[in-house]
């Protein structure tokens, strides 16, 4: 984890924590880096933010000052920058965009030539570059200065990249999308109707300031009224940059990224398209998920939190499927990041060809239930690794057994530790949180808020 870069890029307050000058370095030193040897070609796409203009116009600066073409998508999602850079050949490309975060966070990703998050190496160097510990960069003169492209044809072209996946048609499917107000408010319709659904969209009409705010997968709960109000047969919800998906099921159930694996995991293995029968997941994913794969004989691989980490153990793996509980689900086949829009076409190809509802598909996996608390400390890994609240996390193990977990870790980005328990009931993960939060007030190693 950078000063900063996070596992999701370099996100904060826009004009507080990243500011139009953080932008425009960013892009100098870009423009740079890649164009050591040749004139770099790098794309940019964005989120519907109103910060989301003011920074690419930052990075457009920065990019072309540098020598660089920029080849502005325009609103789009972070998969198909993704998408565009690996099958358009560009050095590298950038998403304008905070995901699920409130409209006034923004955030730059910055993606490698093939379509994965930068690598850390690279990220550490912009930030040298950022506080002033790299040389200067030259600037681009005469005919060597960078020009700007409209590349709107490369958004077009993962469109029909969608649209060309499914093998069979939606006719008559009664389908849901929440989109958030985000991202997936240009792409997702068009590639729902193209593949023939009756599609029912809410939430896709961004305004600036609305993106996230009381819809797409981080509240669940529209999607859920607007599918059983509606009669619908399921619904897919969206976050703001549109590369996690949260399904809902005719009943109005809800089902997550865990879930999602499960279901398509066992499709693909029915199917022998499951490489190694193996799907890579997250440290934070439902014991109820290792279970069902257990019966099933599905192994499984846990990463750190975060896709980048589930996409760098696919790729070394030739794994073809994985994700987090939050909604990234990566299709390698088909793409080299979690797609929410690819996550709802595959997870519709297995209701039709199953030719059964969602809810009967998910019912197969039981989701344990899982308490979460976060408590503000001084001092991250002298907590976590405190004698005493070690005591307490190995007494929490010894008891849950094999019904259930404690998952104790700092967080990325915050002086936080989380503690997180899943078992058969909330009043025995309650209990056993406390069992551990009460070992660190005894240490006096949570600071007040």
Not at 23 to 50: C, E, M, P
Not at 410 to 423: D, F, K, L, Y
Request: aromatic share 8%; glycine share 10%; hydrophobic share 35%.
């Amino acid at each position: 984890m950078g000063k900063y870069f996070g596992t999701d890029g370099f996100r904060g307050e826009a004009n507080i924590d990243l500011t139009v000058e953080h932008a425009y370095q960013v892009g100098r030193f870009l423009g740079w880096y890649f164009g050591k040897n040749h004139k770099a070609s790098i794309v940019i796409g964005k989120d519907t933010r109103r910060s989301s203009y003011m920074f690419e116009y930052s990075l457009v600066a920065g990019l072309t000052a540098s020598g660089a073409d920029a080849y502005l998508l325009h609103v789009t999602t972070t998969p198909s920058v993704s998408y565009v850079v690996r099958t358009e050949n560009f050095d590298c490309g950038i998403m304008i965009s905070a995901s699920h975060n409130p409209f006034y966070d923004n955030g730059i990703k910055v993606i490698n030539g093939q379509g994965q998050k930068l690598e850390a190496s690279i990220e550490e160097q912009i930030e040298a570059y950022i506080d002033d510990e790299q040389p200067q960069i030259p600037f681009a003169t005469r005919e060597n200065i960078g020009r700007t492209v409209d590349f709107a044809a490369g958004r077009n072209r993962y469109i029909g990249h969608l649209i060309s996946i499914p093998t069979r048609s939606f006719k008559n499917v009664r389908v849901g999308l929440d989109c958030s107000n985000g991202s997936a408010s240009s792409i997702a319709k068009s590639v729902f109707d193209a593949v023939g659904a009756k599609t029912y969209v809410i939430s896709n009409e961004p305004d600036g300031t609305n993106i996230n705010r009381g819809c797409g997968s981080t509240h669940i709960e529209v999607l859920q009224k607007y599918v059983k109000d509606n009669n619908l047969d399921v619904g897919f919800a969206y976050d703001g940059d549109a590369d996690r998906c949260i399904a809902v099921d005719e009943q109005g159930q809800i089902v997550d990224g865990d879930m999602i694996m499960f279901i398509c995991g066992k499709y693909l293995k029915e199917q022998g398209r499951l490489d190694d029968d193996t799907i890579v997941t997250t440290i934070m994913s439902n014991l109820g998920l290792y279970k069902a794969c257990d019966r099933l004989g599905i192994r499984y691989e846990k990463t750190a939190v975060g896709d980048r980490y589930v996409c760098e153990n696919m790729m070394a793996n030739g794994y073809s499927l994985g994700g987090e509980q939050s909604g990234h689900i990566i299709f390698s086949k088909h793409a080299t990041t979690g797609d929410g829009i690819l996550t709802s076409l595959m997870l519709m190809e297995v209701i039709i060809e199953k030719k059964v509802s969602l809810h009967t598909l998910a019912s197969e996996i039981t989701i344990y239930p899982q308490i979460l608390k976060n408590v503000r400390v001084a001092n991250k890994k002298e907590a976590r690794e405190n004698e005493a609240v070690q005591k307490a996390v190995a007494q929490a193990e010894k008891e849950l057994g094999d019904d259930g977990r404690i998952l104790v870790r700092e967080s990325g980005t915050e002086p936080v530790i989380r503690v997180m328990v899943e078992a058969a009931d909330d009043e025995i993960c309650e209990k056993y949180v406390n069992l551990v939060l009460a070992a660190m007030e005894a240490e006096n190693l949570i600071v007040e808020e």
